[in-house]
Nanobody, 118 residues
Framework: QAQLVESGGGLVQPGGSLRLSCVASGRISSINSMGWYRQAPGKERELVASITRGSSTEYADSVKGRFIVSRDNVNAMYLQMNSLKPEDTAVYYC?????????????WGQGTQVTVSS
């Protein structure tokens, strides 16, 4: 089975930047779409940004113009977060739609905490 591991979270001041990474490992034939989700306390998990194998992207309205999602088309995805706001504070999760060689399945990472505070 594949594993997704996020890294790059931490504490940053408003207006600062962070770059999150998600690396997939294990039994992977290919990865189709990937996405970043986040969940703040008391709120539902929401899609932040997604990217397809062809590198087409979608962003939540709240992060458009500030965040950039990218991938290496092999096993990694990144989220460059700029002009961070306190409202961006959440646990950020990596998600991937993976082809195992037998079927497609969805995999989640464990999450990485992003805290934006002065």
């Amino acid at each position: 089975q594949a594993q997704l591991v996020e890294s790059g979270g931490g504490l940053v001041q408003p207006g600062g930047s962070l770059r999150l990474s998600c690396v997939a490992s294990g039994r992977i034939s290919s990865i189709n779409s990937m996405g970043w989700y986040r969940q703040a306390p008391g709120k539902e998990r929401e899609l932040v940004a997604s990217i397809t194998r062809g590198s087409s992207t979608e962003y939540a309205d709240s992060v458009k113009g500030r965040f950039i999602v990218s991938r290496d088309n092999v096993n990694a995805m990144y989220l460059q977060m700029n002009s961070l706001k306190p409202e961006d504070t959440a646990v950020y999760y990596c998600n991937a739609y993976i082809w195992s060689g037998l079927s497609y399945y969805e995999r989640w990472g464990q999450g990485t905490q992003v805290t934006v505070s002065s």
